[in-house]
């Protein structure tokens, strides 16, 4: 499997920005699905954007809380993936994680074993 580690987390104020990284290594991620998660104590792990990665670009999907504030991105030479946050709000604090797989892309298809998760990076906002 892949392996995934993210970066870019840390604490800031509300309507601030932070961009997160996800490095993949391990393997090529052309053609592949890939998220990012976030999930905060005592809940499960809920889908915040995700990207299919043919070259460059690719269709993106947003969860209704972020739209137009969030965007995912992925660049294919550094085999990384992207996450711009902007006018971050409070309850955007959580764990965020980023994940990847093959085809199918569904949300309920990253709960196979064949999914890869990176560890994890924290995000703090403050009122």
């Known amino acids: 499997q892949v392996q995934l580690v993210e970066s870019g987390g840390g604490s800031v104020r509300a309507g601030g920005s932070l961009r997160l990284s996800c490095s993949a290594s391990?393997?090529?991620?052309?053609?592949?699905?890939m998220a990012w998660f976030r999930q905060i104590p005592g809940k499960g792990r809920d889908m915040v954007a995700s990207i299919y990665t043919f070259g460059d670009g690719g269709p993106t999907g947003y969860a209704d809380s972020v739209k137009g504030r969030f965007t995912i991105s992925w660049d294919n030479a550094e085999n990384t993936l992207y996450l711009q946050m902007n006018s971050l709000k409070p309850e955007d604090t959580a764990m965020y994680y980023c994940?990847?797989?093959?085809?199918?892309?569904?949300?309920?298809?990253?709960?196979?074993?064949?999914?890869?998760w990176g560890q994890g990076t924290q995000v703090t906002v403050s009122s």
């Open positions: 994940a990847a797989r093959k085809l199918p892309c569904a949300v309920s298809a990253y709960a196979y074993e064949s999914t890869s």
């Open positions: 391990g393997y090529t991620l052309s053609r592949a699905c």
